[in-house]
Nanobody
Framework: QVQLVESGGGLVQAGGSLRLSCAASGRTYSWYNMGWFRQAPGKEREFVAA????????RYADSTKGRFTISMDNAKNTMLLQMNSLKPEDTAVYYC?????????????????WGQGTQVTVSS
């Protein structure tokens, strides 16, 4: 059982920055993979970025590469998503997730645990 607690969402103007945090607790293992997904109104949940527990490997959606940075603070069992140069199309509910099989998948159904979601709104 893994519990995920998210923070950092909010309202920001286009071109601004936000940092999302996802603190993991419970029974976690080094082979777990973590990721961020987002879902805008009327759209399917989409992959944003993923990272191995150690932070050694990362993956990004094409739409976020170069603007977003995913990282791990292993001392705090926390995954971070630094979002820069935000665009209105980044507006969505952002979800933290854990894949216990360390697949590094871009598909939401490959993830086993989910946070509650945090709203990110980017104004134009």
């Amino acid at each position: 059982q893994v519990q995920l607690v998210e923070s950092g969402g909010g309202l920001v103007q286009a071109g601004g920055s936000l940092r999302l945090s996802c603190a993991a607790s419970g029974r976690t293992y080094s082979w777990y993979n973590m990721g961020w997904f987002r879902q805008a109104p009327g759209k399917e949940r989409e992959f944003v970025a993923a990272i191995t527990w150690s932070g050694s490997t990362t993956r990004y959606a094409d739409s976020t590469k170069g603007r977003f940075t995913i990282s791990m603070d292993n001392a705090k069992n926390t995954m971070l998503l630094q979002m820069n140069s935000l665009k209105p199309e980044d507006t969505a509910v952002y979800y933290c997730a854990v894949d216990i099989r360390n697949r590094g998948s871009t598909r939401q159904y490959d993830y086993d645990y989910w946070g509650q979601g945090t709203q990110v709104t980017v104004s134009s």
